[in-house]
Nanobody, 124 residues
């Protein structure tokens, strides 16, 4: 079993930056693809960005392309989401997810492990 815990959320002004962390425990996620998703009030959970288990490939939603990046530190069993140039429409609960030997999948059903989420609020 893999447990995922997100941190780093908070309140930030438009144009600001935040870095979210997803710490894994239970087993190494070295061989897991990792993804970030978000869910705004009244909306469905949507894909943000993902990194393959090998770490060589990333894929992001058009809405965050050029602003958000993902990277992983296998030694720390942690994945990071760097968010720059934040907009009010980025406001949501952000979730980390893991899929064994996965690729840069954008579909929620591909991921078997999820964190509890961390709130990101961008004020205008």
């Amino acid at each position: 079993q893999v447990q995922l815990v997100e941190s780093g959320g908070g309140l930030v002004q438009t144009g600001g930056s935040l870095r979210l962390s997803c710490a894994a425990s239970g087993r190494t996620v070295r061989t897991y693809a990792m993804g970030w998703f978000r869910q705004a009030p009244g909306k469905e959970r949507e894909f943000v960005i993902a990194i393959s288990w090998r770490g060589g490939s990333t894929y992001s939603a058009d809405s965050v392309k050029g602003r958000f990046t993902i990277n992983r530190d296998n030694a720390k069993n942690t994945v990071y989401l760097q968010m720059n140039s934040l907009k009010p429409e980025d406001t949501a609960v952000y979730y980390c997810a893991a899929a064994p030997y996965g690729s840069t999948w954008s579909a929620t059903e591909k991921y078997g492990y999820w964190g509890q989420g961390t709130q990101v609020t961008v004020s205008s």
